[in-house]
């Protein structure tokens, strides 16, 4: 696949990581991409560990496997770094962002010696707050957004406000919640990725 970006979800049923894959999917697809976003399908009882994928770009895309050597890695739940390697072909100079209140130090040792980028963002807070609920796929849909810049922040939250309009139609109450769970973790990765810069100067 020329230029595009691969991005592999571990979650468990329930938790939104098969649904966040289909909604990157869709707002990409709006702003003119070629996408695929699907689930592996196997045991999907609820709490069950499950995987879901996505490939974006600005070219067709032609190749339909699952994906083994991401470019992005979004681990939903931190639970599954103790049973799952969630790192596997994940590439060098890719990424992985965990939902967790914890510091990349503390997870450092969960992740096989993986020395790519890594962050770390608190989905579970971030939800609560402008939710009232655990609902971590927003956050992590935000979060994957402005670490791999797939999307321009204003475009993809212009087509998620009217993917969330449609999906929510008969709840329109929690549009605006969902939408400052975007806005609130754009600032939060955009602070840790500005910090990156220092370091990095």
Request: hydrophobic letters at 40%; proline letters at 5%; zero cysteines.
């Amino acid at each position: 696949m020329n230029k595009g970006l691969e991005i592999r979800w571990h979650g468990r049923g329930g938790q939104g990581a098969k649904t966040a894959a289909l909604l990157l999917a869709d707002a990409a697809f709006k702003t003119g991409q070629y996408v695929q976003g699907f689930p592996e399908y196997g045991p999907e009882r609820m709490g069950a560990p499950i995987t879901a994928y996505n490939r974006i770009g600005r070219e067709p895309i032609r190749v339909h496997s699952n994906i083994y050597t991401p470019d992005l890695v979004m681990v939903v739940d931190e639970t599954l770094l103790h049973s799952v390697d969630v790192t596997a072909g994940l590439k060098r100079d890719g990424a992985i962002i965990i939902n967790t209140p914890k510091a990349k130090e503390e997870i450092l040792p969960l992740l096989n010696g993986y020395q790519g980028s890594i962050y770390t963002v608190d989905a579970r807070s971030i939800s609560e707050e402008t939710l009232g609920k655990n609902f971590p796929n927003s956050p992590m849909l935000a979060a994957a957004v402005a670490v791999s810049g797939v999307m321009e922040r204003e475009a993809f939250l212009k087509e998620m406000r009217g993917l969330y309009e449609h999906k929510f139609a008969k709840k329109p109450e929690v549009i605006e919640g969902n939408m400052q769970a975007l806005y609130r973790t754009f600032e939060v990765m955009q602070e840790m990725l500005n910090q990156d810069i220092r370091k990095s100067a």
